[in-house]
């Protein structure tokens, strides 16, 4: 229950494509569910997150969706670029857990 | 000077040495984090201090024991490690348990 799955494992989109990230969750009390973003040889960073009150939420080229009622939230990058190649790692928490549950990360590479 | 600064970069150790890593930020926060970062698993949270006090030590074995001496301060004191130890390990702080957690930039620690 306190697991947060992530898939792909790994991806590589062309530039100027769509790759989507997705993640599932099974804890109905999580109720924050962030994004971050990490380098190579550089720690996570926070990219975006939602609170499961909106269904979407929009910054720049990075997208959330949000499905309640399946428990399930992704990631999508519009007009992907060769700087977006990076892990994603998808995280969510709540309710008595307060700790960030982590996915496993996606390597996401766009090529040029 | 960034938010999150953590000494050394890389470390390699025998498995008797004795070494600690150190995490300084300079960001105000209150809750402090040690994490630990393996090929192609989750984040695997370790300790959690608030307010200099430890509120959370999940099943790590006593070869690794942290220090808070202040809010801006963290250590993880490492002794006896075996080779399975090697990760990068990773600090991070945030205002309050459960919002936006700021990393910093990792040791990468070999353990021979």
């Known amino acids: 229950q306190q697991q947060v799955k992530q898939s792909p494992q790994s991806l590589i989109v062309q530039k100027g494509g769509i790759p989507i990230i997705n993640c599932a969750y099974e804890?109905?009390?999580?109720?924050?569910f962030p994004w971050y973003q990490q380098f190579p040889g550089k720690g996570p960073a926070l990219l975006i997150a939602i609170r499961p009150d909106v269904s979407e939420k929009k910054e720049g080229r990075f997208t959330i969706s949000f499905n309640k009622s399946a428990k399930q939230f992704s990631l999508h990058i519009m007009d992907s670029q060769p700087g977006d190649s990076a892990t994603y790692f998808c995280?969510?928490?709540?309710?008595?857990?307060?700790?960030?549950?982590w996915g496993a990360g996606t390597k996401l590479i766009i090529k040029p | 000077e960034t938010g999150v600064t953590q000494t050394p970069r890389h470390l390699v150790m025998g498995m008797t040495n004795k070494k600690s890593l150190k995490c300084e930020q300079h960001l105000g926060h209150n809750a402090m984090y040690w994490y630990k970062q393996s090929a192609k698993k989750p984040l695997e949270l370790m300790f959690v201090?608030?307010?200099?006090?430890?509120?959370e030590n999940n099943s790590v074995p006593s070869r690794f024991s942290p220090e808070c001496p202040n809010s801006s301060h963290l250590f993880l004191h490492l002794h006896t490690l075996q080779p399975e130890d090697s990760a990068l390990y990773l600090c991070a702080s945030s205002q309050e348990r459960n919002l936006e957690a700021f990393f910093g930039q990792g040791t990468r620690l070999t353990v021979v």
């Open positions: 995280a969510a928490s709540g309710g008595s857990n307060y700790q960030l549950i």
């Open positions: 804890n109905t009390a999580f109720d924050y």
């Open positions: 201090y608030n307010f200099k006090e430890q509120t």
